[in-house]
């Protein structure tokens, strides 16, 4: 059996699956790679949800000066 744990963001997995103690030792790292490629899929997933709601919540300014027509004459 095999425990992996990375470091920078604490996930750990432990892997028992193979004979060969390099066999899990492979397997392990694939499972980390895995994990953190779905961990930035939903931050990315969330960050972009986020932002999306900030865009229909902006508020916009009310003008000062409105101007009409080709010559842009102010009214």
């Known amino acids: 059996a095999v425990r992996a ?13 193979e ?12 499972l980390i790679a895995w994990r953190l490629e779905q961990q ?8 972009k949800s986020e932002r999306r709601l900030f865009h229909h919540q902006i508020e916009r ?8 027509g080709m010559a842009f004459t102010p009214q």
């Not at 744990?5 to 699956?17: E, F, M, N």
């Not at 930035?40 to 960050?47: F, T, V």
């Not at 300014?61 to 009409?68: A, D, E, S, T, V």
Request: charged share 20%; aromatic share 2%; glycine share 4%.
């Open 5 to 17: 744990t990375h470091l920078a963001s604490g996930i750990s997995v432990k892997v028992q699956s």
């Open 61 to 68: 300014g009310n003008p000062l000066r409105i101007f009409k």
């Open 19 to 30: 004979r060969s103690q390099h066999a899990n030792k492979r397997l392990a790292r694939l």
């Open 40 to 47: 930035r899929q939903n931050e990315c997933a969330a960050l």
